[in-house]
């Protein structure tokens, strides 16, 4: 059992900047694949960006390329969502969530362990 918790969303401006964090629990943490996805009002749950489980391969959907950056810190068992250039249309909630050892980490149904959300508003 994998409990994840997100924090550091907010309301920024645009082109500003925020710092996602999602705190897992457990001792295997290492063992997960991580993937950060998002759910605007009125649209489908995407995927954003992921990272393997062991670190070397990261993914990020076409429209946050160059801007977001994900990475992971096992010994503190916690992956990270920098976010820099935003833009309103990245407004949405920001969902972690953690694959066990799987390597198809852009689609969703990889995943078995969500977070609960946290809300990111960029204001224009």
């Known amino acids: 059992q994998v409990q994840l918790v997100e924090s550091g969303g907010g309301l920024v401006q645009a082109g500003g900047s925020l710092r996602l964090s999602c705190a897992a629990s457990?001792?295997?943490?290492?063992?997960?694949?991580m993937g950060w996805f998002r759910q605007a009002p009125g649209k489908e749950r995407e995927f954003v960006a992921a990272?393997?489980?062991?670190?070397?391969?990261?993914y990020y959907v076409d429209s946050v390329k160059g801007r977001f950056t994900i990475s992971r810190d096992n010994a503190k068992n916690t992956v990270y969502l920098q976010m820099n250039t935003l833009k309103p249309e990245d407004t949405a909630v920001y969902y972690c969530?953690?694959?066990?050892?799987?390597?198809?980490?852009?689609?969703?149904?990889?995943?078995?362990?969500w977070g609960q959300g946290t809300q990111v508003t960029v204001s224009s």
């Open positions: 969530a953690a694959a066990y050892m799987s390597d198809l980490i852009r689609n969703q149904r990889s995943y078995k362990y």
């Open positions: 457990g001792r295997t943490f290492s063992s997960y694949a």
């Open positions: 990272m393997s489980w062991s670190g070397d391969k990261t």
